[in-house]
């Protein structure tokens, strides 16, 4: 079974057992969450569940509450800890729709096949998402739009894209 990594717990909120948290991206279906595990390092060996009494706020942060997390002495445990997810409780998208986890990490090729770099970070605007692309080299941004990006390919772990008049100028890193 994948975990994923929904958000880190940054601090304290209040006296109650509230914390802070921060997840990747502003996923409201996050909201909706019932049970997560919590680990420093390792979600497979080292961690622990918690069901999840409520998760509040528009944007980051929210504000997260753990089932008999009730003090802030409690709580300031598990500052620091991630929380994951099983990938079957993502919900499902439309179709040419992708989680954050899917993208980060796709190799970049042009429509003729020249590699470009990957994927390593998304930044999310009013519009369209921009991904990040770096070869370790050079670094470009790429819009996620269907003038430039061609295809997704997730099996094959790759994305085709049209380079439009500008968009590789040298940015070397």
């Given at each position: 079974m994948d975990w994923i990594s929904i958000g880190?717990?940054?601090?304290?909120?209040?006296?109650?057992?509230?914390?802070?948290?921060?997840?990747?991206?502003?996923?409201?279906?996050?909201?909706g969450i019932k049970q997560a595990r919590l680990s420093f390092k390792n979600p497979l060996e080292d961690f622990a569940y918690y069901n999840i009494q409520s998760i509040r706020g528009k944007d980051r942060p929210f504000i997260i509450k753990f089932q008999g997390v009730d003090s802030i002495e409690i709580a300031s445990n598990l500052v620091g800890q991630v929380l994951y997810i099983s990938r079957d409780k993502f919900p499902d998208l439309p179709e040419n729709e992708y989680y954050w986890f899917q993208v980060e990490g796709l190799k970049v090729y042009d429509g003729v096949g020249h590699y470009h770099g990957d994927i390593e970070e998304i930044i999310r605007t009013g519009s369209n998402d921009v991904y990040v692309v770096r070869d370790g080299k050079r670094e470009f941004l790429l819009p996620m739009i269907d003038s430039v990006v061609k295809t997704i390919d997730l099996e094959a772990r790759k994305l085709i894209f049209h380079p439009l008049e500008g968009l590789?100028?040298?940015?070397?890193?």
């Open positions: 880190k717990i940054t601090k304290t909120h209040g006296l109650r057992g509230e914390l802070k948290f921060y997840p990747p991206m502003d996923e409201t279906w996050i909201s590789l100028e040298d940015t070397s890193v």
